[in-house]
C-alpha cells in the first residue's frame, strides 16, 4: 500500500501515520520528494485494507498495492479449475451451451422446452422456478412446483439443469432438484445467499452485477470459495451504461480480464446483454471468440408466448444456426464444443 | 401503449398484432403514416407490459406511455407522505439529520456515538449491526448484540435508532430493536427482503441501488408498498458512474423527480455519495437544496479509528457545524430544522 | 411522434397543443384513455423534431417514433456500401487489417514501422500526424513534417495510410497526404470539422465519440453524408463506463446494430478499446466475431519505446499472431481475410 | 510514481526497468515485499508521465503519484482567482446569474430577450451565435450576424454578452463582439480550438464535457491556462449516465473537488444538466449550495416558441423567483448575490 502525503502534511502528522502503521506490526517506508512525500508499506494488505488512513490528517490518498481477493486467483491457484455439471465439463477444451426459456412455465411446457434444446444440441437446460422480477405484480414464478417440473425435464431428457436461487431460505430446497445453482445479477452482493451457496455441494453459476466492477465480481466469487465451495463458474452478462439502444452492454471485454486474473471458467449471457433477440447471436460469437468457455441463452419454441423476456428470447431454429456458428468458431480457436 | 412497426410490416403481421391484443381485451388504434405504421393502445398498462410484443415479427419497437409504478405515485396519492420515527416527523417543514457512525463498534461505544450524536443536534441515531461488506474478510458486524447496544444507547438518548437489515431472515429479530429498518443499496432489488420489510409496521429507509434508475427505485418501493407498509423514506446516495475521484456521483438531481413523482419523504445520504469526509458537507447541502427532507450522515468522535468507512465519516465538530449550516439552509428555504 | 399528455392536461391546453401542430400543417389523432390523453402525429419527424412540446403545458413527454438519421440508414440504402482505400476494399467479404504506431515518430522509423506491418500481413498504414493529447505538455505530433514522411512510408510499401485530422483548417492539406482521414474520438462532435471532411473526397474513418450513443454515431456520419461523402468506415473503438480496470469497456455490441441500421462498413479499434496490450487480440476477434469488416490496431517494433499509447500497442509477433488468427475466424464465419 | 511489478518478475527485467527510469536522470527506489516487488521513483511526474511503462515486460501497473495539471492547481496558486466580465466579478462574495435564450432568434428578439434578462436581475446575458447540434438538419445559428444581435443587446441593456465558438477560424471574430468565450461541452477537448482561446484576452467560460473526468476538466483548462489566457470559469452541466429520466446527470459533487483543487472560479449550468425546464431551479440551488459561484441558465420569455432547448428553458417569472430564492440561499451561506 501507498500512502500519499498532502503537500502541506507536517511532521507531526507524519510521525502519528508512522506510529499507527507500526501498531499494526508492519514497516513504513517514507520518502520525500519535492511535490510530495509518500510512505511506502510492504505487507499483509488485508491489514491495511480496513484501516481508514484516508480519514488521518495529511493524507491526501491511499494507493493499494495488490488485488482484493486470493482464493478465485491464479496467483494462488495457477491451474485452470474445470467444473462438471453432471457429465458436462465447463471450462475445458470445449465450449458449452446451456439454453431454455427465461421461466419455468409448467410441466408440459418445460418437458417440451427441454426436449427442443436438447435437439438443437444444447448440453445443459435453463429455466427460473423463481423469478426476480421488477414489478410486485409481475409474474413471481412457480416456486418449488417448477422445481419438480425442472426435475422432470431432467428425466425426460438427461440434460442437467441449471435455476436461479433468490432467497436464503431456498438454497437447501433448490439443491434438491439442480445440478446447478445460478446467482442473479440482483443478489451478486447478496452476500449471506453467496454465503449459503458456498457451503453446498453443487457448483454455482455466479451472474455478474448490472454494474458490478471486474474487482467486486471476483470477490463475490471469493464469498463462495471461502465458504468452501470450489466449482464456481463466473457468468458476464452485460453492463449497464449510458446506451440504451440495447438493454446492457456487453461486456465481451472483460472476459480477457478474468482468464488473466483467475482460474475460474467463464459462461457468458448474450440475451441480458443484448435484450433484443436479432443481436444475441453476434453477442454469443463475440463472448466466445474473446476466450469464454460458453454461453447461457434464452430460447424458447414461440417467443413471443413466452411467460418473461420473450423479446430477447432466441426460438429453436435461431438456438440450431447459434450452435453450428459457435461450432465453427470454436475450432477455429483450436477448441471444440462439446 | 404505442407499438411501432418496421417499415416492411406485412398486413398479415398486422392483422397478427391486432388479434393479440384483442385477445387481451383491449382496443388496438392502427395508423399508417409515410414511414411507419403505429399501433396505439390505450388501456391497461400492466396486462401489456407482461407481453413480449418485440417478439413478434413486424414490430420495430415498442414505447410505453404510462409509469410502471402506482401506489407511490402522486397520481394515486397527492398528498405528501409524512413518516413518523419514534416522535421525529420526515417529510414536514422540518429538515431531519440522522447520524451516527457506519458500525456499531461495541456497547460502550455505541452510546458514546448516540450521545455525541445527540448533542450535536440530530434527531436520528444510525448504526449498523449487520454489515454487507464487498469483502468476505471484512468485519461483518456484532449482529443480534449489535442490536442489543443499539436499543441500550436509544434508552440513554432517547434518540430513535436505524439500523440495516440484509436477511430476510433477520427481519423479525431487527424489528424488535430497531426504530426503522435500512434496506441497503445493494438490497434495493433483494425483491424477498422487500416484502418482508413490506409486512413490518416499521418505517423503512430505503437506499437507492448504485445503479439504479429512478423507475426502478421507486418501482423497489412498490413492492414494500404493495405489502402493506406505507412508512418509506427514499434514499438516494450517490451512483456509480465513470467519475472516479469521488466514490460515487452525487445524485441530487433526482430528489426534484421524485418529489414531482412521488409523495414518499426523501432523506439522501451525502457520506457514501462523496466517500471523502472533507466532501460530505457541500453534498449534504445540496441534497437538502435540492429539496430533500433532510440527510443520514455518519459521523464518528474519531473517524480514523472508526471500523468501517473512516474516510468518509465526519466528526464532532464538522457535524456540529453541518447542522449549523443546514439550519440556516432550511429557513432561507422557508423550512426550518428539526 | 407521439405526445403523451399529463393527467390533469385541460381541454384549453389539449386544443393550444392541436393548433400548435396544424399550424407546421401536420394531422394530430388525438385518443383519450383512462389514465392518459395521447396525441399521435404521423408525419415529418424533422419537422417535429425542432418543436420544444415538452415546454407546452399540459405535456408529460414527447416519445419520437423514427429514428434520427436518413442518409446512413439501411431504410433509405438497402445495399451495403463497400469503401475503397487504395485497392483495399472496406465493406466487402474480406476483413480488412490496418495497423502502425499511434504517432509518427520521424522519417525512418516511420518507413520502419510501414515495412513491419505490411510484412505482418496488414494492409493499410495508420500513424498520427496530429495528436490530440490529453495534456498541453504532451508531444502534439510532427504535423506537416509528419504527413510527408507519411508519404514516404505509402511509397515505399505502397500501403495506403490513415491519419488524424483534427483542425478545419487542416483538412486540405490532409487529404493532400492520406488516403483516408480520421476523425477521433473527441471529434465526432466536431461538427464544423464534419461538414470540411464531408466535403473532402477521401474516405473517413469515423471514431466513436468516448461516450457516443449509437444514434449520436449516425448522426456524425450522416453530417459527413449530407455534405456529399459516401465514403465513410465507421469505428467503435470502446466507450467509457464505471469499469477501470481496462481504458474503455469493449463496445463489440455495437457492430450488430450498426449492421441492422446503417448500410456502412465498420472497422474496429481494440486498442482504445481495451487499453492493455495483453487483451487487445481477445477484444479483436470479439469484434470481429460481432460482425465487424476489420480492425484498426496500434503496433509498433517495441512497444516500450512508442512515443505514445505504448502500454496499448502491440509488437510485431503478437500482430502476425493476430493476422492469422483473425484469417481462421473469418473462414469460420465464410469470410475471408485481405 | 510507482511501479508494481508482476509476481513473477525476474531480476533481468526488474535491472532493465531501472536502467529505463536512470536513462531519464530520475532515481529508483526497488522495495521487495512477499508478494510483490514495486519501485517508487519521486520525481517530475511529467517525464515519466510519457513513458509506458505498463509496456515494459515485468510491469504489473503505473500507479501515478501526482495530479496532472499545475497552472490551474491550488498548489501553485493558492489565492482564489476572480474573473472579471464587463463590471461583473466571477468568483468573488457574489453569486453571479447568466440568463437568456439557447440561440440569437433575431435582432428584435435578442434585445427583447435581454432586456428582459436584466429585469429580472441577471447580471450577463447569454445567447448562441453558433450552434453545434446533433442533426445536420437542425438551425446552426445565426453566425456573424448573431454576434452583430448580441453586440446591440449589450448596447441596449449594458449587460455583458457570452456566447459560444466551436471553431479555431472562428475565435477573433466572436472575440470582437463578446465579452466572454464559451467552450460548449463537445468542444472541451477541442485541443486547437482551447489553444486560441488561450490567446485571447476575453475571459472563457469552460463546459465540462458529457463524459469528461475533473482531472480531463482541469486539464483542458490548464491548456488555455498554458497560453497565457488566466481568465477561466469552470462549468459543470451535468454529465452522462445510465440515468435517463433527465437529460444529464446533476454533477453538482464536482463543485468542491474544483473548489478543493483549482483557484478557478465555477459558474454551473442546471440547464443542460437537467434537460427539464421544472427541475432547473432545484438544480440550481444544489449548485450552488454545493459552492459553485453561479449559475447559467437558459431562459425566454416564451420557451414554446424557443427556437432551440425550450424543453428545458425557463420564463421570465421563473428567473425572477429564481434569482430571489438563490439571493435568500446565497444570504445564509454568508454570501450574496450580485
Chains 1, 2, 3, 4 share one sequence.
Not at 495488490?66 to 495457477?78: G, I
Not at 440475451?271 to 424458447?300: L, N
Request: one cysteine or more; glycine letters at 8%.
Amino acid at each position: 500500500m501507498l500512502i500519499v502525503l498532502k503537500p502541506d502534511v507536517t511532521q507531526e502528522e507524519i510521525d502519528h501515520i508512522v506510529s499507527k502503521i507500526r501498531s499494526l506490526k508492519l514497516e513504513p517506508y517514507v520518502s520525500r520528494g519535492v511535490h510530495r512525500t509518500i510512505i511506502t508499506i510492504i505487507g499483509d494488505e488485508d491489514v491495511l485494507r480496513e484501516q481508514p488512513f484516508e480519514a488521518i490528517a495529511g493524507v491526501e490518498s491511499v494507493k493499494p498495492i495488490l488485488r482484493p481477493f486470493k482464493l478465485v486467483s491464479r496467483e494462488t491457484h495457477p491451474d485452470r479449475t474445470v467444473v462438471r455439471v453432471g457429465d458436462v465439463e465447463i471450462g475445458a477444451n470445449k465450449i458449452v451451451v446451456i439454453a431454455g426459456p427465461c421461466a419455468v412455465e409448467g410441466e408440459k411446457e418445460v418437458i417440451a422446452h427441454a426436449q427442443m434444446v436438447k435437439k438443437a444440441g444444447a448440453q445443459i437446460f435453463r429455466a427460473g422456478a423463481y423469478k426476480p422480477r421488477t414489478s410486485p405484480y409481475s409474474f413471481q414464478g412457480f416456486g418449488e412446483k417448477g422445481l419438480k417440473y425442472l426435475a422432470k425435464a431432467r428425466e425426460e431428457t438427461g440434460l442437467p439443469v441449471v435455476t436461479e436461487v433468490i432467497d436464503p431460505r431456498d438454497v437447501a430446497l433448490v439443491e434438491e432438484y439442480a445440478d446447478m445453482l445460478q446467482i442473479g445479477t440482483r443478489n451478486m452482493q447478496n452476500f449471506n445467499l453467496l454465503k449459503e451457496v458456498g457451503k453446498s455441494k453443487k457448483p454455482v453459476l455466479l451472474k455478474r452485477g448490472m454494474s458490478a466492477t471486474i474487482n467486486e465480481f471476483l470477490m463475490s466469487a471469493e464469498y463462495i470459495l471461502s465458504q468452501g465451495n470450489r466449482n464456481i463458474i463466473l457468468c458476464p452478462r452485460g453492463i449497464r451504461t449510458f446506451e440504451d439502444v440495447t438493454r446492457n452492454t456487453l461486456d465481451a471485454g472483460v472476459v480477457p480480464v478474468i482468464k488473466d486474473w483467475s482460474h475460474l471458467p467463464v459462461i457468458a449471457d448474450p440475451s441480458h446483454a443484448m435484450g433484443i433477440k436479432a443481436y444475441v447471436p453476434a453477442a454469443a460469437m463475440a463472448y466466445v471468440a474473446a476466450g469464454a468457455d460458453g454461453i447461457i441463452v434464452e430460447a424458447h419454441p414461440n417467443p413471443e408466448d413466452a411467460i418473461s423476456d420473450g423479446q430477447q428470447t432466441i426460438d429453436s431454429a435461431q438456438l440450431v444456426s447459434l450452435i453450428e456458428r459457435l461450432g465453427k468458431l470454436a475450432r477455429a480457436m483450436d477448441r471444440d464444443i462439446a
